[in-house]
């Protein structure tokens, strides 16, 4: 068996080089060949020199244009080897034992050629169309695929032996421009399938999001000092303050529509 490790990049050269050295380290049966598939999505950071260094840190390495991660992704499936295909982050580290819980998984339980362990065999990415490249950023492409392909019929297992660590330092306001992110991608979603309006929120426009300027203000100054000083602002504050930012990139992005 050949399995293709594809990892889209974007200007995260120090956690892309933790994430290859740790693949390095990955034990895998007697008779498993393992390629890694890097695909830079236009990085500017000295990514494309680094990865084009000797020795190769990668199998192959392939370039284009900033699309965002679905199109990356896809098209390391494309140029990929392996009749297994599983997927990392470049900021997602593995640990020990990753790699060979996926690879037992598929041997135990891929007797129809039709199950996803957080990664599938390559046909079957592809029968199903892959991840939809309108989706800007990485998020809810990868739930959109497989909410579509688990209604065709894919078999999704969880195993939690395949871990990975996901590497962020994150402050709220900092996390608050990544839930607008995610609220815009939501919007996309919520176009492909309308019936999961509830499942994203949606619902709760009309009633939640439209706090009064005020309050949304005051609650900022909550979070801004609750970044500087540990333990005065409640979880329930960084929970409404979050809530409201997933919630104003939602309605953008329907409204958009």
Known sequence: MQASIVIPTFNRLAALRRVLAALAQQWRPTGVEMEVVVVDDGSSDGTPEWLSSSPAPASRVLTQANAGPAAARNRGVEAAAGELVLFLGD?????PGWLAAHLEEHRLFDGDGALAVLGLPRAEFLRHGGFREDF???AWED????YRAARQG???RYQP???TLHEH???PRTFCRRQMTSGLSAAIFHRLHPEL????GVHLLDRRWRAPRLRSALLALLVACGERVEGVVTAAVYRRFLDLCYLRGLAAGLHSR
């Open 197 to 200: 309006g509830d499942f994203l």
């Open 91 to 95: 900021d997602t580290v593995p640990q």
């Open 161 to 163: 032996r395949a871990r």
């Open 154 to 156: 894919l078999r999704v």
């Open 143 to 146: 739930i959109e695929f497989a």
């Open 136 to 138: 800007p950023a990485a």
């Open 169 to 171: 330092c994150v402050r």
